[in-house]
């Protein structure tokens, strides 16, 4: 059993930065597919950033520029360097590990990030 702990969420102020980790339990962090997504109040889950096993990235529009996603795979985690906050970024972050591989799809309990003055 896949268990996904996120940390780092909090409350920032416009143009500021943070960073979110999410570390992962078990054996196949390293041939998953990571992703980070967000939820605002009122709207449906969106994709942010994902990376792959190899390391390839994509991210949505919304945030390329300004948001990072990496992974180190001997501590089983995945980052999100987010910088240039805004407030329309103000959402629950959550930790995603999918592998068709081990037939998994794992959500983590997420993570609140306000972007307020």
């Known amino acids: 059993q896949v268990q996904l702990v996120e940390s780092g969420g909090g409350l920032v102020q416009p143009g500021g930065s943070l960073r979110l980790s999410c570390a992962a339990s078990g054996s196949i962090f390293s041939i998953a597919l990571m992703g980070w997504y967000r939820q605002a109040p009122g709207k449906q889950r969106e994709l942010v950033a994902r990376i792959g096993s190899g390391g390839s990235t994509n991210y949505a529009d919304s945030v390329k520029g300004r948001f990072t996603i990496s992974r180190d795979n001997a501590k089983n985690t995945v980052f999100l360097q987010m910088n240039s906050l805004k407030p329309e970024d103000t959402a629950v972050y959550y930790c995603?590990?999918?592998?068709?591989?081990?037939?998994?799809?794992?959500w983590g309990q997420g993570t609140q990030v306000t972007v307020s003055s």
């Open positions: 995603n590990l999918f592998s068709v591989t081990a037939s998994i799809d794992t």
